[in-house]
């Protein structure tokens, strides 16, 4: 079940966007493993795997910075290597993502191509139970991945990085069926490592260039973060990530549930830091949003009685629609789950008694209306 015996993790200083900067810095997240050439033979089919949420600009720091895809398209051409992008976002409207995120002009400058996640292939993982996983048939197509997540809090899992980022591997109405499924954070948490050691990408990078605090993962803050990560080991990634944002390896829930499978790179021990060190990369102030804590969910998690864990769950942050802000898309109806959510005058109303509490809504609300209890 181990990844590697002794993760490497690398991290390098990134202050802005600019590309000659970004390749730099690529270039000495990539050194210590023998570069791009090690990693890409002439001929392989690449997909870069960015963190494409949903349709948001450059600016407001939710989905992968397009230049730095367009740094890894040019270095991965170099390599020989032929270049796919692809995601499938929460609401499954990939072009409309591409397209908002810039990462489309990037596809068309650089003549890479665009991977369409519709098909289904599954594949069988044998995790915190053996499962098959229903992922894009397009990943079949493909000679190795490369996963280029966005740092960002998340209300529900407390951190979203490498491992976070594969969810979206999983096309369709699948996505809405687990959460349905698994709405419990450190279970749903499980599930994102079975599917994770079922993807299994080849690298991951982590933009952390501007990342994002607060209530993330959509209308958190912008953070100047500075910093670009690295690893073939996603895991040992987000343990890093994790200790440089000032999470406790607890409040992160897909670092406590790879810690449950003594999977390698969940104990920041036992992983080795080349680049900038831990001290020269933490970030100070980081606010970790309402799901720092990440306590309540593993009471949840662990209790076997089920009006125990009932009540517990009824204690979970809710959803809270602030009107105001409201601008009656429609898209919190759309992507819930459990389909509790009805627009009344236009307003969404959402029936907190069955809401299972896995803030798809708050994590789609362009306009930041839905809020995790108030926060």
Known sequence: MKLMDKPIVTIAGCSKYHEEELNTAVKKILEPFGGIRSIVAPGKKVLLKPNLL??????????THPM???????LINTAGGQVFVGDSPGNDKQAEALKSSGIQQVIDETEADVLPFKEISYKKV???K??????????????????????????????????????????????????????????FSRLLIDIYLAVKPAFSIIDAVIGMEGPGPRKGKPKQIGLLMASPNGIALDSVAAEITGFKPEQVTTIAAARELKLS?????????????????????????????????????????????????????YPVVFSGECTSCGIC???CPAQVIELKL????????????????????????????GK
């Not at 397009?138 to 998340?154: G, M, Q, R, S």
């Not at 080795?272 to 933490?282: A, C, K, N, T, Y």
């Not at 008694?353 to 209890?373: F, L, P, S, T, W």
Request: charged fraction near 25%.
């Open 54 to 63: 949903a349709a948001a600009t450059v600016s407001e720091a939710v989905t």
């Open 333 to 335: 109806a759309e992507v």
């Open 130 to 187: 053996e499962r098959s996983i229903p992922l894009a048939a397009e990943l079949d197509e493909i000679d190795l991945i490369f996963n280029v997540a966005k740092l960002k809090t998340h209300a529900l899992t407390g951190l979203t990085g490498a491992v976070k980022n594969v969810y979206g591997c999983i096309p369709g109405n699948f996505k809405k069926r687990y959460h349905l499924e698994h709405p419990l954070p450190l279970d």
């Open 265 to 317: 790179g969940s104990n920041l021990a036992d992983i080795e830091i080349r680049g900038l060190s831990l001290e020269q990369s933490r970030v100070k102030d980081f606010d970790r949003g309402p799901a720092g804590s990440g306590k309540v969910s593993r009471m949840i998690a662990s209790f076997p009685i089920s009006y125990i864990r009932n009540m517990l769950y009824a204690r979970r942050p």
């Open 126 to 128: 044998n995790g915190f």
């Open 346 to 373: 236009g307003i969404p109303d959402i029936d907190q008694y069955e809401c299972i509490r896995c803030y798809c809504c708050q994590e789609h609300c362009a306009q930041g209306a839905i809020k995790v209890n």
């Open 68 to 74: 730095l895809i367009k740094v890894l398209t040019d």
